[in-house]
């Protein structure tokens, strides 16, 4: 994760380093007769062979499955079953050529799903770095409102770098101990744009919560790209009998 910087209450700044959380506990799968066992990547098909490619050599979904009943057409006994080690994602065009040059489109939505309208993909700049601190927005929210209204789909611990950035962090830590809640934590001069950490990444709302014990101290930046709302109130359409 990148440094970057933030201010606390008392408008005092720090940079810091944030690091993803990481679990402990090690875990090993095993078979029925206790052998070490892992996922692998398996080549299921390739592209000569599937549905589209018999379709054309057959002319009808029929004559497809008199071939199938007759032989194994689908199948390439060479390749079928082959371990995957080391692969990469190639765009292929209509024709099912692989492509060299791309422009990403980005697809915007209504709430049902019904496309609202396509524009060019706009590749995001990070907007979070120790020469752009996230500043103490003030706008602390109640833990239990923001789990009720917002998915977390990641996090980021923030951990000190010296004995300073240590007294800083535990005491933004303590703080928002005391007040049961999460602090908005958005990018910008009034932090309230959203976090942005790597350049192309998905843009992020934080909410920033603390925890001490002793000595100790947690900071944790949950991060949301969603949020639940209620469906509309409208009441279904009478049917006529």
Known sequence: MPELAISNSKGRDASIVAESVRSTERHWWIDADER???????LKGTIDRDYEALL?????????????????????VESVGRFLR???????????????GINQVEVVRNPDGTEKLRRPKKVSVPNVSAEQPLLWSGKLLLKQEVYQKFVMVGKLQL??????????LYDIAKELEAKASLLLL????????PLILRRGATAYRGFLEGRTRGTEYLLLLHLSNIELKAPDATPPAEVKS
């Open 36 to 42: 070490a066992a892992t996922s692998v990547k398996i």
């Open 86 to 100: 080391e692969s990469s994602r190639v765009f292929v065009d209509g024709d099912r050529k692989a492509v060299y």
């Open 56 to 76: 054309a050599q057959a002319g009808s979904p029929e004559a497809v499955g008199e071939a199938i009943l007759s032989g194994d057409p689908e199948l390439d």
């Open 186 to 193: 958005g990018a910008g001069p009034k932090s309230n744009q």
């Open 159 to 168: 951990v000190h770098v010296n004995g300073l950035t240590y007294d800083f």
